[in-house]
């Protein structure tokens, strides 16, 4: 089984930064992991998330603002946010799932993934 931590988010003004950690721990040496974030009445959506060779990709609504890096050693998955805008506002969750391949999109985990349990975002104008 795989737990996931979140931590970092907060409140900030429009076009401030913000860096988000989530730390694996349990067996997630198989698993890839990503962020989502789900603002309220809506959907959860992708953010960024790594794929089996180690790359990272991104969503179109935070492409060019964000940076993720993972750190194997500490099993820790870090997401960098700069220039953010209200629209940003949302829980955003770290999950875990299996490896996708590069070039094949992120999709939100079914049951057999794992999700973390958020950290909120606000960012007001």
């Known amino acids: 089984r795989v737990q996931l931590v979140e931590s970092g988010g907060g409140s900030v003004q429009s076009g401030g930064s913000l860096t988000l950690s989530c730390v694996a721990s349990?067996?997630?040496?198989?698993?890839?992991l990503a962020w989502f974030r789900q603002a309220p009445g809506k959907k959860r959506e992708g953010v960024a998330g790594?794929?089996?060779?180690?790359?990272?990709s991104y969503f179109d609504s935070v492409k060019g603002r964000v940076a993720l890096s993972m750190d194997n050693a500490k099993n820790t998955l870090s997401l960098q946010m700069n220039s953010l805008e209200p629209e940003d506002t949302a829980m955003y969750y770290c999950?875990?799932?299996?490896?996708?391949?590069?070039?094949?999109?992120?999709?939100?985990?079914?049951?057999?993934?794992?999700w973390g349990q958020g950290t909120q975002v606000t960012v007001s104008s």
């Open positions: 349990g067996d997630p040496s198989h698993l890839c």
């Open positions: 999950a875990a799932d299996w490896c996708p391949p590069p070039g094949i999109r992120w999709q939100v985990p079914d049951d057999n993934g794992y």
């Open positions: 790594m794929h089996s060779d180690g790359s990272a």
